[in-house]
């Protein structure tokens, strides 16, 4: 039995357009339409997801990483894609001109930010989630930020003057700041809990202390504790 020429032209027209649809459905284009016996594909406004190579890095203050991804669904009316950075201090980003998809994400300081890609009307569709510097010494030198100094005893003799102090966790190191009256602040650095000025000059004296942890080559310091007076015999 021999099928007629239109009646084979009807099969193979169904069984393509089965084929397009399939085609068009494992790449993401959702609003698919019929057109008599050939499929239409309406493009969306705009990407609704961006699946990224990488969700999450680690970088160090200076250093400069590309982040891409796969946009979806593939056929959209506008294809932009803006990004932008939670904290610009922490890192920046810049898009790729040529490649709306493709960003560069640079370090700035040491920190924790998100970097978030958004579609064409606005809505985001990637995050990517960055870190400055090494996380555990990050959250060291926080904790020791927002510390206090707390002063145990001051002790002051003929022309000395003695601060002790208790200890703060994870911190590198103490500055004691003083002066005295009418004179101009002296910073000196230690990492002992207790430090003796010597060779003073007889008056009254100004002095205080915070803690402060070296991190990625800088300090980084905690509030002083208030301002003592003193009085070197």
Not at 33 to 41: F, K, M, R, T
Not at 120 to 129: Q, S
Request: hydrophobic content about 35%.
């Amino acid at each position: 039995m021999h099928l007629g020429k239109h009646f084979r032209q009807l099969v193979v027209g169904i069984v393509f357009a089965l084929f397009i649809f399939i085609f068009a459905k494992g790449f993401g284009m959702e609003d698919v339409e019929y057109a008599g016996s050939v499929l239409a594909v309406t493009a969306g406004d705009a990407y609704s997801e961006l699946s990224l190579t990488m969700n999450e890095i680690q970088l160090d203050p200076g250093e400069v990483e590309t982040v891409e991804g796969i946009a979806t669904p593939v056929v959209v009316k506008d294809k932009t894609i803006y990004w932008e950075s939670d904290d610009i201090t922490v890192a920046t980003v810049d898009r790729d001109e040529g490649a709306y998809n493709k960003a560069y994400i640079t370090a700035v300081e040491v920190g924790k930010t998100q970097i978030k890609a958004k579609n064409a009307v606005g809505n985001v569709i990637a995050v990517c989630k960055v870190t400055v510097g090494n996380p555990s010494g990050l959250e060291k030198m926080k904790q020791v930020k927002a510390s206090k100094v707390t002063v145990s005893s001051l002790r002051a003799a003929k022309g000395t003057l003695k601060i002790k102090y208790k200890a703060v966790s994870y911190a590198t190191g103490y500055q004691i700041r003083y002066k005295k009256s009418g004179g101009s602040w002296k910073d000196i650095d230690t990492k002992n809990k207790t430090y003796t000025l010597s060779k003073l000059a007889k008056g009254k004296y100004y002095i205080k202390v915070r803690a402060y942890k070296k991190y990625d080559g800088k300090k980084y310091y905690s509030k002083f504790t208030k301002t003592y007076k003193v009085k070197v015999k």
